[in-house]
């Protein structure tokens, strides 16, 4: 059973480039949520999707969007990126909601030059 | 808004025990979530509690006061792969929204 998966594993962009990062949940698994992490810090809530739809977000700026497909695999897009959007951005999926036990994937390490 | 605060590190020796604690202010508080992250790796589920107490897991127990909004986690038997650093995470609202913490880095040594 194949755990929650990330691509691609690194990525380095130029400012005001942008980038789509992609998300498979683990197996049985329909909601997704979104998270960034800086070196040194917590994981910060991005967003969550739940059948197709964003169903909560963080305290992160229109450029940060994202989308859910019908097979509940999800992407995470970045617009206009900035030195600051350098980060370690993890997926983790859940079965359903609330569930206090979310799995993550190895994440994707995004440096911005 | 929400809040955690956790000490920034900790050291102990291997075979000893270790107390991480985790104080919080949040509306709307369902949960504390306790997670493991080593170096390069992801976050992974450690301990949950919703009510009053102690909830054991193995070497690993978690224990929380919803009056005190306070929470700690509790490694037994240290071993060196326990390296890592330890992050509190509180469950508020409607949805599965974690909240981290900043994380505690635990040190064990010979």
């Known amino acids: 059973d194949a755990g929650v998966t990330q691509s691609p594993t690194h990525l380095i962009k130029t400012r005001g480039q942008q980038v789509t990062l992609r998300c498979s949940p683990k197996s049985g698994h329909d909601t997704v949520s979104w998270y960034q992490q800086a070196l040194g810090q917590g994981p910060q809530f991005i967003f969550q999707?739940?059948?197709?739809?964003?169903?909560q977000r963080g305290n992160f700026p229109d450029r940060f969007s994202g989308h859910q497909f019908p097979n509940y695999s999800s992407e995470l897009n970045v617009n206009a990126l900035l030195l600051g959007d350098s980060a370690l951005y993890l997926c983790a999926s859940s079965p359903g909601t609330p569930s206090y036990e979310q799995y993550f994937g190895p994440g994707t390490r995004l440096t911005v030059t | 808004g929400q809040s955690l605060e956790q000490p920034s590190e900790v050291t102990a020796v291997e075979g000893a025990i270790v107390q991480i604690n985790c104080t919080y202010q949040t509306s709307g508080f369902y949960g504390l979530s306790w997670y493991q992250q080593h170096d390069g790796g992801a976050p992974t589920f450690l301990s949950y509690n919703a009510l009053d107490g102690l909830e054991e897991t193995g070497r690993f127990s978690s224990f929380l006061s919803r009056s005190d909004s306070y929470g700690y986690l509790l490694l037994q038997e240290l071993q060196m792969k326990d390296s890592a650093s330890y992050f509190c995470a509180v469950i508020a609202g409607t949805a599965s929204k974690l909240t981290f913490g900043t994380g505690t880095r635990l040190q064990v040594t010979l």
């Open positions: 999707y739940y059948e197709e739809e964003e169903r």
